[in-house]
C-alpha cells in the first residue's frame, strides 16, 4: 500500500467528513474524492500562510523587511489616538500573532455578526484598540486580523489588493483552476481566512514550498524566506507550523484543513473536510511519506 493510499484508507474509517485528499510530486498529482463537494474548498487559516508568501516576495524585491514597523508603512491610516507601542510593533510581530493584542482584536468572520459589533471597518477597529502586552514578547494570540493588517501593508505597497497581488505573483504560475478570496466590507482581501481554492491548487502550493519556492522552473519565493517563515523546530512560524523533526511543515485551517509540505521528497499532500483525524494521519500515515 503506497502512502497516499494509506492516507485515502485512514480518512475513509475514521473521517465521515473527509471531502477529498490529494497528492503531488514533481512526478505527478492524484487525488481522491470521497464525497460530492464544491469544486474550490475553504481553506480557512491556511490562508494566512498564503498571505505570508506576499511579504515573501516584497522582500525579496527590497521592498519590505520584516523587520519594518506596520506604522512606517501604513502612518495615514492610524487614529490620532492610537496606542504608542504600535511605534515598534514589526511586520514579524504580527505574522507571529505577539502583535500585543488580546483577544478581542480578532474579526472571525466564520462566526461573528461583524456588523451587529460594530466592527464594518476592520481597520478602525484594529488600530483603535490598546496594545497590553508589549508587542514581540507577549503570549501568542492567534488572531485573523493580523494577518488582514498584512494584507493591507502589502496593498499599500503594491498598489493593489493583497488577493490581486498573489493571483498574478504566485496563483496565475502554480497554474490555479479556480479560486476566490473573501474581502472585508471595504473590499479588502481577508488575508487571514476566506481563500478558496481546489485540491489540486493547494497541493501546487505545497510542492512549490517543498521545491524550496519553484515550480516548473519558474522561481516564486526564496528557499531563505521559506526557511523563515515555516519557523523553529516545533514552533509556529509566518502561518506555518515547523515539525520537531523539520522533516516536514504544515499549514492548517479550521475543521482540520492541512497541508503537508515534505521537502526532502519534494511533494505534499492535503486534507479537505471537517473533523479530520491529524492524530491519526501523523501516527499512520506521515511515517510512511518521511525519509
Same mark, same amino acid.
Given at each position: 500500500?503506497?502512502?497516499?493510499?494509506?492516507?485515502?484508507?485512514?480518512?475513509?474509517e %475514521?473521517a #465521515?467528513? *473527509?471531502?477529498m485528499?490529494?497528492?503531488?510530486?514533481?512526478?505527478?498529482?492524484?487525488?481522491? %474524492?470521497f464525497?460530492?463537494?464544491?469544486g474550490?474548498? =475553504?481553506?480557512?487559516s491556511?490562508s494566512k500562510?498564503?498571505?505570508s508568501? *506576499?511579504?515573501?516576495m516584497?522582500e525579496? &524585491?527590497?521592498?519590505?523587511k520584516?523587520?519594518d514597523?506596520?506604522?512606517?508603512?501604513?502612518?495615514?491610516?492610524? #487614529?490620532e489616538?492610537?496606542?504608542p507601542?504600535?511605534?515598534?510593533?514589526?511586520l514579524a510581530?504580527?505574522?507571529?500573532?505577539k502583535t500585543?493584542?488580546k483577544?478581542?482584536? =480578532?474579526?472571525d468572520?466564520?462566526?461573528?455578526?461583524?456588523?451587529?459589533?460594530?466592527h &464594518?471597518?476592520?481597520?478602525k477597529h484594529?488600530l483603535?484598540?490598546?496594545l497590553?502586552?508589549?508587542?514581540?514578547?507577549g503570549?501568542?494570540?492567534?488572531?485573523?486580523?493580523?494577518?488582514y493588517?498584512?494584507g493591507?501593508?502589502?496593498?499599500?505597497?503594491?498598489?493593489?489588493?493583497?488577493?490581486a497581488?498573489l493571483?498574478?505573483r504566485m496563483f496565475n504560475?502554480l497554474?490555479?483552476r479556480?479560486?476566490?478570496?473573501?474581502?472585508?466590507?471595504?473590499n479588502h482581501t481577508l488575508g487571514?481566512?476566506?481563500?478558496?481554492a481546489?485540491?489540486r491548487?493547494?497541493?501546487?502550493?505545497g510542492?512549490?514550498?517543498?521545491?524550496?519556492?519553484e515550480?516548473e522552473?519558474?522561481r516564486?519565493l526564496?528557499?531563505?524566506?521559506i &526557511?523563515k517563515? %515555516?519557523?523553529?523546530?516545533?514552533?509556529?512560524g509566518?502561518?506555518?507550523?515547523n515539525?520537531?523533526?523539520?522533516?516536514?511543515?504544515i499549514?492548517?485551517g479550521a475543521?482540520?484543513q492541512?497541508?503537508?509540505?515534505?521537502?526532502? %521528497?519534494?511533494?505534499?499532500f492535503?486534507?479537505?473536510?471537517?473533523d479530520m483525524?491529524?492524530?491519526?494521519i501523523h501516527? &499512520?500515515v506521515l511515517p510512511?511519506?518521511?525519509p
Amino acid at each position: 500500500m503506497t502512502p497516499f493510499e494509506q492516507l485515502c484508507k485512514t480518512l475513509e474509517e %475514521k473521517a #465521515p467528513g *473527509a471531502y477529498m485528499a490529494a497528492e503531488m510530486t514533481v512526478d505527478g498529482y492524484a487525488e481522491r %474524492k470521497f464525497r460530492l463537494g464544491d469544486g474550490a474548498h =475553504n481553506l480557512y487559516s491556511i490562508s494566512k500562510s498564503v498571505t505570508s508568501c *506576499a511579504v515573501g516576495m516584497l522582500e525579496e &524585491e527590497g521592498r519590505l523587511k520584516d523587520t519594518d514597523t506596520v506604522y512606517s508603512h501604513i502612518p495615514e491610516l492610524f #487614529p490620532e489616538d492610537h496606542d504608542p507601542k504600535w511605534s515598534v510593533v514589526t511586520l514579524a510581530d504580527v505574522m507571529h500573532h505577539k502583535t500585543g493584542y488580546k483577544e478581542e482584536a =480578532n474579526i472571525d468572520i466564520d462566526v461573528m455578526d461583524f456588523r451587529a459589533d460594530g466592527h &464594518e471597518d476592520f481597520l478602525k477597529h484594529i488600530l483603535s484598540l490598546p496594545l497590553v502586552y508589549e508587542p514581540g514578547k507577549g503570549p501568542f494570540v492567534y488572531c485573523d486580523t493580523n494577518y488582514y493588517l498584512i494584507g493591507r501593508v502589502v496593498e499599500k505597497i503594491t498598489g493593489v489588493t493583497l488577493g490581486a497581488f498573489l493571483q498574478t505573483r504566485m496563483f496565475n504560475p502554480l497554474k490555479w483552476r479556480g479560486n476566490a478570496w473573501g474581502v472585508c466590507p471595504q473590499n479588502h482581501t481577508l488575508g487571514g481566512t476566506g481563500l478558496f481554492a481546489t485540491a489540486r491548487d493547494l497541493c501546487a502550493y505545497g510542492l512549490m514550498l517543498a521545491c524550496g519556492g519553484e515550480f516548473e522552473g519558474k522561481r516564486i519565493l526564496t528557499p531563505s524566506w521559506i &526557511e523563515k517563515a %515555516k519557523g523553529e523546530p516545533g514552533e509556529y512560524g509566518y502561518g506555518f507550523t515547523n515539525s520537531h523533526s523539520e522533516k516536514f511543515f504544515i499549514t492548517g485551517g479550521a475543521y482540520g484543513q492541512c497541508l503537508y509540505i515534505i521537502p526532502e %521528497k519534494k511533494m505534499s499532500f492535503c486534507v479537505l473536510g471537517h473533523d479530520m483525524p491529524l492524530d491519526a494521519i501523523h501516527k &499512520e500515515v506521515l511515517p510512511l511519506y518521511l525519509p
